[in-house]
């Protein structure tokens, strides 16, 4: 029997916190930690409501993902991810050592690749699943954006 906890099932959560802060103003962006197939971090850009540059959805489910877990380390883990982290987040998840990150849409002006930033040496990346989709949800919310402005 085929596992129904792919990939694309969890990158589907991921979306689905995207979606609940585009809904709440801030950069559509969601994230979801896993491990065993079971989610235990989750979490959305938060940076407006919080007024903090550093409440991005990565930052907030590594956060959840250690207070679920007792510990630092993500070991065994893996971040589903709507957007390439940026170079913060890289680092978040480097120091995590977080085993696997998988993001939907690349980010070619701030992506943690094309900024320099780098992940922990054993840690796997997988882009663009469900690539169409979470770029789909960033676009919609910068063109209602300028809209409003």
């Given at each position: 029997m085929?596992?129904?906890?792919d990939?694309n099932?969890f990158?589907?959560k991921?979306i689905?916190e995207a979606?609940?802060a585009?809904?709440?103003?801030?950069?559509?962006?969601?994230?979801?930690?896993?491990a065993?197939?079971?989610?235990i971090?989750?979490?959305?850009?938060?940076t407006e409501?919080?007024?903090d540059?550093?409440a991005?959805?990565e930052?907030q489910?590594?956060?959840?993902?250690?207070?679920?877990?007792?510990?630092?380390?993500?070991?065994g883990c893996?971040l589903y991810?709507?957007?390439?982290?940026?170079?913060?987040?890289?680092?978040?998840?480097y120091?995590s050592q977080?085993?696997?990150?998988?993001y939907g849409?690349?980010?070619?002006e701030?992506?943690f690749?094309?900024m320099?930033g780098?992940?922990h040496?054993?840690?796997e990346?997988?882009?663009?699943?469900m690539e169409?989709?979470?770029s789909e949800?960033?676009?919609r919310?910068f063109i209602?954006?300028r809209?409003?402005?």
């Amino acid at each position: 029997m085929e596992n129904p906890f792919d990939d694309n099932y969890f990158m589907k959560k991921a979306i689905q916190e995207a979606e609940m802060a585009f809904e709440n103003g801030e950069v559509p962006v969601g994230a979801v930690i896993v491990a065993n197939n079971r989610i235990i971090g989750r979490a959305h850009n938060l940076t407006e409501r919080l007024k903090d540059v550093t409440a991005h959805a990565e930052m907030q489910a590594i956060t959840a993902a250690s207070n679920f877990l007792g510990g630092k380390y993500l070991h065994g883990c893996t971040l589903y991810v709507t957007l390439e982290p940026c170079q913060m987040c890289a680092g978040g998840l480097y120091w995590s050592q977080i085993s696997k990150v998988v993001y939907g849409a690349s980010d070619l002006e701030r992506g943690f690749n094309v900024m320099g930033g780098h992940l922990h040496p054993k840690t796997e990346v997988v882009g663009g699943i469900m690539e169409k989709e979470a770029s789909e949800l960033l676009k919609r919310f910068f063109i209602q954006k300028r809209n409003l402005n």
